[in-house]
């Protein structure tokens, strides 16, 4: 079949099997960039406009039947049957967002690198000291362990060449390199929090310290849906989609890598460290790891142990022997990104209770306190910005980031100084608590009728009931999972 | 440049580049399989017979002009300037030798396994257990180490497939593999001998201790050299050979461990361990490790101790995580094979002294004693069979094995019972033997003149000194090499 698609103005001709998914097509063939649910009729995000030929549709449920009526159709339910014009519209895109992120406290230092090197000075082998080459480094650095089998390779000519001059690179009891020369005080490490939404990256200097660059991306792995459960529920319905998932992030995190080290001039070969945090989802999809029973009761991880891995075995670029560590997991809904925090903060030390929220697609709330922590998490992300919500978008240019009553008059603050293309988490919390303030809400997220309310006239007027209903329902679920889970804990546990 | 090459009575074509090496252009092209001096224009073994066209020499030593005036060439000293056509002496091809190989004593039992297999049959997890996956399995077992990705990829499905009952395979602190199901007693190992000649393969059942089959072939590496320095001289002259000879030897013992496997229908993700033992060169070299030093002063070895892969590592038919060991050598020219003859002679526990020769290529001689093992190597086989001795050949088809003095007659046995096509390296010392008992040879090797000796008439005629005293010297360097070895120990060490 003959499909031509519209994008940004722009005709793209493509031959197209019959028979199949139209969203499917639009997103390998790179005409689309993602869907919030992963293709199953709910987001409305892979709409597209018909120009010319019949789409036959999967299902005709009230929100599919609601494009098609407009001209658009949700492209996950429809496939090919015959010659097709269709348009992407170019705001339904994903916006890659600039993600904000601040340096890390630079309280990294040499002494805490899994990393160590050493210069020696070797005594040249002669008749009466015959030692073997591995074993002259390996006594004088006093580890008897193994060593990677291409570093023995060239081990001879790399004594040689550089006049039994060398650094050696080890970690606990392995060496990793060889270097000629003194290359003691060159070291590089990244630390890659990979959440469900956003990716962020830092490239650090293992001898100083210092926070070399920083870099955020979206987690490309969003065309498989918008939360962790839509992503398992991905491979679920498809094995195949679980190379899929992990070759997005190690892309997108390879590429991250790069620009880094490019910026500053960088040699990966120097790269000795990558430490991933994530949640126990984001870190099972990272490593390949079947997440399916994440979803499903018991909710099992395969693993929660600290997971290390060799450069060379996920082909990033850094050294092939550099350690690649993903911090361990506490459940499979408490990943090692809150046992970051719970460190980061140093909470486990301070003495009364202390209560740290971490807000993501998920909302992680972890209690200290007496000696204990506890922990859990609840859905928060996808109720404030995803796919339950009509105008609900990312935090990315015309979105409605907050909303201020002054006066009698609502004001709105929007990224990128645009007009409003809809709605993100923090406006969406922001326009609540002004509804409640202003009496239109109760406290189970039921909208006042504005008729029976005292409320400014131009307000009353332009309020709609129904609409709104869903769109906040879903946030005050969401702050209920996170109130319930800190509510809870001091009273049960104390 | 066209080179049509006879080989067989058979005539094939090929296009070479002028100014090629005609020996490397006949050993890639699969016309030839072999020479003794690795292309240094001594042992002769690759000469070929000009049928029409120029050959330009490199060199016209003795040895390659005796051959030029015969209209035979030693193709490693020549070079293709214009169309050519040669033909390849079927007599001079490498005899691919079936050695004798003498069963293992069957004394490894399970016990010895460094591969260890447990049945489980774990609790299902629960609302009340949530115990991780691989978790699960590691308390049960009590290690705490990683395990290959590969595994914990699959672990959930696996665990799940097969109702939580599972076999673990473990070596040591790491988890090699999870297996649906229990195969506890299904485990096999391979153990090869590689030496300098001779490749020796045992495939072995690690829970009986059974040697289920035997493998003798020809070192392929010999295409490169027929002793441990013409390899590492092949190296030094250019770098590449090292991959090649690597590549050579770990082909052949795919092959071997393959049709092993295939006789006795096991498959190859049930052998978890491959023991390799060989002189210091040929593990170097089965390492790919540079093994330059090994022929230089002060003879450096690149590593003594045991090095452990994995299966995986060197892409060869066995179970990926398998361990391969490399067992440590003890210097330069004492490697693993001789250290396993002390193990397995146990001569190192007996009372009073021992000594034991493994006479191969090399011969490697220790003397064990008063709670001391001291041990040397020296020339051997090469003297005997290889590139000093004109008409010498391995123990092959048609080789004079033994000669004997039956009253005044000479009796050859001849390997196939053949005529002689040459002779190998026992034949040569019975040879020499048979001389000396006639009063044909003094101690230095050199041949008395028949016409001052007191011989049967018949002998005397055919008895031609100049060509013989070559041929019978090198032996002899060989034998005084490994007498001086071990004449020298017991007085200067009891």
Chains 1, 2 share one sequence.
């Not at 060496?175 to 929090?193: A, K, N, Q, R």
């Not at 790269?271 to 990272?286: A, E, K, P, W």
């Not at 971490?358 to 200290?368: H, K, P």
């Not at 709104?468 to 889970?485: D, L, M, Q």
Request: aromatic letters at 6%; hydrophobic letters at 40%; a positive charge.
């Amino acid at each position: 079949m003959n499909v031509e698609v519209i994008k940004n103005g722009k005709h793209h001709r493509f031959q197209v099997k019959q028979g199949s998914n139209l969203m499917d097509f639009l997103l390998k063939a790179g005409m689309m960039t993602g869907t919030e649910c992963a293709g199953r009729g709910i987001c409305g995000k892979c709409r597209v406009l018909v120009h010319s030929g019949e789409v036959p549709h999967a299902a005709s449920d009230g929100a599919s039947q609601l494009h098609h009526n407009t001209g658009y159709i949700l492209a996950c339910q429809s496939f090919v049957r015959g010659d097709l014009i269709v348009e992407v519209p170019s705001s339904e895109e994903a916006v890659d967002r600039k993600v904000g992120l601040h340096q890390l406290p630079q309280t990294y230092t040499v002494a805490d690198a899994p990393v160590k090197k050493r210069f020696l000075s070797l005594a040249k082998p002669s008749l009466q000291d015959q030692h073997p080459d591995f074993e002259r480094i390996l006594e004088k650095i006093g580890i008897t362990g193994n060593a990677p089998l291409r570093l023995l390779q060239h081990l001879p000519k790399t004594l040689r060449d550089s006049g039994f001059n060398i650094t050696v690179v080890f970690a606990g009891n392995r060496l990793l390199d060889v270097e000629p020369g003194d290359t003691w005080g060159t070291g590089y490490g990244f630390v890659f929090d990979i959440g469900t939404t956003t990716i962020a990256g830092y490239l650090i200097d293992l001898y100083s310290g210092d926070v070399l660059g920083v870099d955020g991306k979206a987690n490309p792995q969003r065309i498989l849906g918008a939360d962790v459960l839509s992503r398992v529920a991905s491979v679920t319905e498809r094995f195949d989609n679980l190379s899929t998932l992990q070759s997005l992030i190690l892309a997108e995190i390879t590429q991250s890598m790069r620009g880094l080290l490019e910026e500053r001039g960088i040699a990966g070969s120097s790269v000795y460290s990558l430490v991933i945090v994530g949640n126990t989802t984001m870190t099972h999809l990272f490593l390949g790891i079947d997440p399916r029973n994440l979803a499903l009761s018991p909710f099992i991880p395969c693993c929660r142990k600290r997971i290390t891995l060799k450069g060379s075995e996920l082909a990033l670029p850094m050294h092939p022997e550099g350690d690649v560590s993903v911090l361990p997991n506490i459940s499979a809904y408490l990943g090692s990104d809150i046992l970051s925090v719970i460190l980061t903060t140093g909470m486990h030390t301070q003495e009364g209770y202390s209560l740290a929220v971490d807000i993501g697609t998920n909302a992680e709330i972890v209690l200290s306190g007496k000696g204990r922590i506890l922990a859990c998490a609840a859905a928060a992300g996808p109720a404030f910005a995803g796919a339950h919500i009509h105008n609900g978008m990312r935090a990315g240019d015309g979105a409605i980031e907050a909303v201020r009553m002054i006066g009698s008059d609502i004001c709105l603050k929007v990224i990128g100084n645009t007009p409003p293309k809809g709605i993100c988490g923090s406006g969406l919390i922001d326009a609540i608590v002004t509804l409640l303030k202003a009496g239109l809400l109760d406290q189970r997220g039921r909208l006042a009728d504005g008729e029976k309310t005292v409320l400014p006239p131009f307000l009353k007027n332009r309020i709609r009931v129904r609409d709104c209903y869903a769109g906040i329902r879903s946030p005050v679920r969401g702050r209920a999972g996170e109130r319930t889970g800190y509510r809870c804990y001091p009273k049960r546990h104390t």
